[in-house]
């Protein structure tokens, strides 16, 4: 179980990146000097309640907000019809599940690549990976130098903070689980 210190930073960091506000635009907000907010999103310090209170206000939560380690219901269930694909021409995603850790963000997709599809991918933040498992059909993946050619039922783990790439040359589907680094996220 994390220490108060770490809930409160994972917590800290998670409200304000929902809020999309920097570090000065909090300070601002809440009179928190920006140094105390990004000692405490690195879990250091000892926050005060009148430093938690004036966080939480400028953030619109609550203080149990940042004080509460988020809890995940025991059973999750994501029906088809809830999360609908997010289409494009060489492949359609799914974001089935994102779930935020203390030292790690981990997100799962399903993909579905079309015939004939070649999408080269930018490079996602420092210390990303990729995990892809194929369902069907065939996808090449991992490094444009030298992708890596997957059948149903085989899994690849690759480096995704440099180019990579996806195609494939009939319909298939793979899922796709994405982990990214807390210290990559944004500050």
Do not use: C, W
Request: net charge negative; glycine share 8%.
């Amino acid at each position: 179980m994390p220490s108060g210190v770490t809930v409160v930073a994972g917590n800290l960091q998670r409200l304000r990146g929902e809020r999309g506000l920097t570090l000065a635009a909090l300070a601002a907000r809440s009179g928190v000097a920006k140094g105390t907010i990004s000692e405490l999103e690195r879990g250091r310090g000892n926050p005060t309640i009148e430093t938690l209170f004036a966080l939480a206000y400028a953030l619109e939560a609550t203080l149990a907000d940042l004080v509460e380690e988020e809890q995940a219901p025991a059973i999750e269930v994501v029906r088809a019809a809830e999360r609908p694909p997010i289409t494009g021409r060489p492949l359609d995603a799914r974001l089935l599940h994102r779930s935020r850790h203390p030292d790690m963000t981990v997100e799962t997709y399903e993909l579905f690549l079309h015939p004939g599809a070649d999408h080269r991918a930018k490079a996602h933040r420092p210390g990303t990976r990729e995990h892809m498992y194929v369902i069907s059909g065939e996808v090449d993946t991992g490094p444009p130098e030298a992708p890596i050619r997957l059948e149903p039922g085989d899994y690849a783990s690759f480096p995704a903070d440099t180019s990579h790439v996806y195609r494939s040359r009939t319909d298939s589907r793979a899922l796709l689980i994405m982990t990214v680094p807390k210290s990559a996220l944004p500050h």
